[in-house]
């Protein structure tokens, strides 16, 4: 069964909103979980690494104030794409890792109108 | 820092027959894991096969093996008896100290009847 689980899969957003991706591990407790980003015919590029309890890490290049992550426990990390724009849509994909092993969310293919 | 590079695009093979997708890497770090990603069109990420940095026989997975050469720095997929289900974008990946992921540009396989 999933060990991972991410909601929603699809979104369509109105330029200007917010919106709220949630990712959950269902197995096991994370204390951290990594958040990608995959555009079109692209690879996963590392965002954020999000730590139960305490700041995310942002990757180089990316905004905090607009990708906010909060990892309030151990089973639930969030990304929420603030103000988003056409530009910010893509596909969004969690992970969380248990020994060698990384475990993928179903990914949320956001689209901004 | 981490650098994986894949250096096909794409590939086309013929049913039943075996495939070779090629992956190089870089790292600093002397313990590292590799990983290979399978990604249909629906998104999600599906594991095949790992290796260790420290493991000294080459993993296999079923029809999936991992011809690895540690000098070389390369972690070549090798798909043997190739089906129709394959035909999918496969992601070579790294993890130093099996912290955050490190992909390449993806590989876009085409299995031809």
């Known amino acids: 069964g999933a060990v991972v689980s991410q909601h929603p899969s699809r979104v369509i957003c109105k330029s200007g909103t917010s919106v709220k991706i949630e990712c959950r591990s269902l197995?096991?407790?994370?204390?951290?979980m990594f958040w990608y980003r995959q555009f079109p015919k692209q690879s996963l590029m590392l965002m954020a690494t999000?730590?139960?309890?305490?700041?995310?890490?942002?990757e180089q290049g990316v905004e905090k104030d607009k990708f906010l992550i909060n990892h309030a426990s151990l089973t639930l990390s969030t990304l929420t794409v603030t103000s988003a724009h056409p530009e910010d849509s893509s596909f969004y994909i969690c992970?969380?890792?248990?020994?060698?092993?990384?475990?993928f969310g179903q990914g949320t293919r956001l689209t901004v109108v | 820092a981490q650098k994986i590079t894949q250096t096909q695009p794409g590939m086309f093979v013929q049913e039943k027959e075996a495939v070779t997708l090629d992956c190089t890497y870089d790292t600093s770090d002397p313990s590292y894991g590799l990983f290979w990603y399978k990604q249909p069109s629906s998104g999600e990420m599906i594991f095949l096969i790992y290796?260790?940095?420290?493991?000294?026989q080459n993993a296999t997975e079923g029809r999936y093996s991992l011809n690895f050469q540690k000098a070389r720095k390369s972690a070549n997929l090798v798909i043997s008896a190739s089906q129709l289900g394959d035909s999918a974008m496969y992601f070579c990946a790294m993890s130093a100290n099996f912290n955050k992921f490190y992909f390449g540009s993806g590989t876009k396989l085409n299995v031809k009847p």
């Open positions: 290796q260790g940095s420290y493991d000294q």
């Open positions: 999000s730590n139960e309890g305490s700041k995310a890490t942002y």
């Open positions: 992970s969380v890792q248990r020994n060698t092993e990384a475990f």
């Open positions: 197995d096991f407790q994370a204390t951290t």
